[in-house]
């Protein structure tokens, strides 16, 4: 089994009268592209180019001399190779956790599948400053693993071993997400085609199923590399003296009032997420992945027996880990000063009721909107950018690249200093806070469709448009449901990433709209852990209520 | 194709309401506030009670603030600016975002304590203190801390948390506190001890006392309030004071320039009444010290009487907050990353 390699698109060479063509052919769906093309650059490269401008351009114009002075200091770069550093290791890590439970949940009989599927997902709800809170809870002097249960008297968990824990944790879905979707929609044919030849599981293993989830593998790795790379809240809270450049960025703004630095640091943080992506790209359109032909496929071996005793105790692993943060956030909602007196309380619970859920309605309101916005548009770009090479798409290529790679901070003031005059007044509105969700979270849609759509066969599409559909509603009727499972992986993502979201939107919350996790963050500066448990608690368990609800209508429509 | 159209429709609603409420319903004041929920609130329920005049605030830090006051500068959203360090007030003014006013009752304050054009006003003093946890004191075997230069002692090695001063209000002043005190070269020699017992420096002041609650770390520094919440909800936190003197921080309010007229009123009588009697009553309920003396808070356990407080030059602090904050980066933070 060879992978084939794809002819050049022929339109790829393209003079001018082709790509003419392409427009005349696709007036509507043109018309989509332009219309996409233009909010993104206008949502999304905008506000950042407006921020980074700022690095070169000072009071006095153009200056060049204030960007040598800050890059001749020695902690521009420590942060730099620190940044590398971390998001090296954790993508490293998260992606081959990932792997794993996605290989041994679709591929194996592991029992428990369902409930290692549901913890393995827990981590992309976690709102701002849970995992760092519990690692310290856990691990730190007065820890609960590290004190009571081992006796440990001066445990240090700041520093950089707690932050690959705490990234690698809180990323792991991710990685499990893209490339379980992939796994799904691999034609098992071509698995079972490999066994029944009489190939030992190991090459078939090596020789078929990991070439074939290699984009969804190498995306995965891009993916937590980035939001390593753009991780802000972690690093602040617990890495003690390994500073990221995330950290420094937001130092010089907020803190040093220098924003020419500050815009520079943050310039600086798309260096490496650029070339990573530059280099997943030159690697994965070199290749073909087609399995899903449209033909029909019979149905899966699952792998039984002695290899899975390890591969599901690996499992079992990162799910107790998981589970052991998250009730220990419980756990600390439940107690009266955590750490100190552990007297069990409902009184945190009592606070939070009588405050109301105005911030969670509103969080709840304003991600209910963004979710589907987010995951149709993260669909539709993937399929205009792999499938309609339309003159223009390395603009929205970019655009949205950047957007994701740039970090929370420098959007949320890019958004306030970009969106607030005529003609483009929103700040003050909820809309600013579902643009800047929308946006933050555009990629990863873009990255699972793009991952599935490089399965699928254009002959399907192009039966379809043979027989006389649109090419709109060949992607509505026919492109669309092949995604579905890149589909849900984007729902549940933007979901929760939208709900949990701080550091884009604290420049952005208005009086009106303010959000849950501001609320949180407001709690843990005023030492109320008890009162932020609580709050994380509810928000975790509204999540989950709503991410089973959408599986199971995602199931039954299927079904239909 | 009916069912379709419905959803569509109640989609086309719910937008609406969301494109719309932002700005249908900002009736009132606007306000900018870095103080807990709980204080913002409190102080701002008062204003409304004694004077019929409606805020709603958002809860974000002091140098949150000023970068989104810069940002909206255009088009300023709020109309007040509510607490923080008058260093954050001093940096404001000088890049013109706050709005001039007399506040009545400003001749009551220490003149010292002022903006000569009344560009900021003064609302409160906050001390600080140091807070020690001491059950981790008992596990090291020290004593608590009885002068700035305990937390340089090396019995101390990872157990102290530091803000860092340019994030943080608190950890600024406690730097101004010792240049003030010491000159500026000892000041720095001492800093670089302390450094090497720092275990992690946190964006916001109060996060270390919250580790000295939590017994996480056995010092930190902090204001007097920070520390009064803590004891409030039943922490056993310890606090001394340096017997050199300690050095506080003027908290200060100011109307943001070019607000909407309806929110500069708002803001301007807002800063007439923070310095009646009820106005520094409200604030002294968030355990801040009163800036105009009198008021006193009966329910708060720190006896301040007897504390010796340094001739804190905070306009000097304020003048100098960028030179000393890019020694202290040079000096202090990134010699630690290079040993």
Redesign the interface.
Known sequence: MTLVSQAAPSARAGTSPAFLRKIVVDPWLFGIFALVTLSVLVFAALPIFVVMKQAVVTDRGFDLGVLVDTLSQ??VW?SFANTLMLGATSAIIATAAGFLLAFTATRTTMPGKTFVHGVALLPIISPPFVMALAV?ILF???GLITRELLGI??A?V?GFHSLVLIQSLAFTPIAYLNIRGMLQSIDTALEDASASLGASRWTTFSRVTLPLVTPAILSSTLLVFVKSVEDFGNP??????Y?TLAVEA??Q?????NLQAGALLASLMLVPSMTAFLIHRYWVSKRSYVTVTGKPSAQTIRISGGVVVPLALGCYAIVFAILLFYLTVVYVSFT??????NTLTLDHYATVFTAGFQTLTNSL??AG?ATPVTAVAGMLIAYLLIRKAFPGSFLLRWATLLSFAAPGTILG?GY??TF??APL?L?????IV?AAMVVKNLQVGIEAGSNQLRQIDKSIEEASTILGASNTRTFFQVTLPLLKPALFTSLSYALTRSLTTLSAV??L??????LIT??IL??V?????GVAAAYCSILVFVVLAILAVMQLVLNSASKR | MKRRFALASALAV??SH??????A??AGM??YCPM???DCGAVLKAFKDDTGIEA??????A??I???IR??K??P?AGLWLAGAADNFI?AASEDLLAPHKAAGIDKVDPRYTDKEGRWTPISLSPIVFAYSQ??LD??GAKPPTSWKSFADPVFK?SVALA?P??SGTAYVALASMVQLDGEEPAFELMKEIDKN???????G??P??MV?????ALAMAYTQ?IE??LA????VGYSFPEEGTGFEVNAAAAIANAPEEQAKGAAAFLDWILTDKGQAAMGATFRGPIVPGYKNPEAKIDLSNVKMIDYDFTWAGENR?RL??RY?NDV??K???K
């Open positions: 020695s902690f420590t310290v730190g002097r007065s008297r001066n240090n700041y602040m809270l617990i890495g003690g003296n500073n937001y130092s703004m907020v803190g040093y009032f009266k000063l955590p750490g100190v007196n309101l304003l909107i003031i306030v200093s607030n005059a007044l700040t003050g509105t909820a809309f579902v604290i420049f919350v208005s009086a009106n709209w303010t501001v609320t407001s709690q500066e005023t030492l109320k852990l | 719910l937008c969301v494109f719309t409420a932002g700005g319903a900002a606007t306000v807990s929920e709980d709603q605030f958002v809860r974000i830090g140098g949150e000023l970068a989104r940002a909206e255009a088009n959203q940096q059950q981790v596990e090291i990872d860092h340019a994030s720092v275990v992690q420096y946190t964006r916001s109060v996060a006392s919250r609650a939590n017994n996480e770390i920070d919440a803590a909800q039943g922490y056993p960028a904050l890019e980066e933070r990134h630690a990353d290079a």
